[in-house]
């Protein structure tokens, strides 16, 4: 079965530092790979995906995530952090069963931007 | 584009009672809906995928006579937590996936307590 790690639940950075919160995937074909931001009582908004073909993924909001297969890794990046990027950040990887395909979620890195 | 809502957004009700929560896909026909559970500060867990037209797939430990799915039509999907007790009071979310392409759509989640 798949699954998905998030070594860091909080992370505190300073706005305007740079950012990389960590995701390790489990799964025995090529995945298809998320990352998601919920603001606190909100549902869900996709950053970037990876499906295929450049392992670089740029996304919306300046973040960036690169897909490493000998890693099994697909980490989040930013160059420099706003306020407003303060919110929980999950990590899923996607798999196409029988029934639909289905998204496996990483516990969270909850993300706290200092002022 | 790709829209989906959530009704109501925050519900209270009372123990041994029953309540409906709507999913909407607002500007495309949503073939597949998921119905997520979120636990405070945690991760998200799925429940169960809905095809529309037929009967929904429940992830095991979901109990199907407690938590009715309905996917009646390809904009709207309805969840029915049926006599409610404390212990289903969660955050859940509903995510919608178009008949082509594998991205799911995030709605905005609905806060349940069971008092």
Known sequence: AQSVTQPDIHITVSEGASLELRCNYSYGATPYLFWYVQSPGQGLQLLLKYFSGDTLVQGIKGFEAEFKRSQSSFNLRKPSVHWSDAAEYFCAVGTVTGGGNKLTFGTGTQLKVEL | ?115
């Open chain 2, 1 to 115: 584009g790709a829209v989906v809502s959530q009704h109501p957004s925050r519900v209270i009700c009372k123990s041994g009672t029953s309540v409906k929560i709507e999913c909407r896909s607002l500007d495309f026909q949503a073939t597949t809906m998921f119905w997520y559970r979120q636990f405070p500060k945690k991760s998200l867990m799925l429940m169960a995928t809905s095809n529309e037209g037929s009967k929904a797939t429940y992830e095991q430990g979901v109990e199907k006579d407690k938590f009715l799915i309905n996917h009646a039509s390809l904009t709207l999907s309805t969840l029915t937590v049926t006599s409610a007790h404390p212990e289903d009071s969660s955050f859940y979310i509903c995510s919608a996936r178009a008949e082509v392409g594998y991205e799911q759509y995030f709605g905005p989640g609905t806060r349940l307590t069971v008092t």
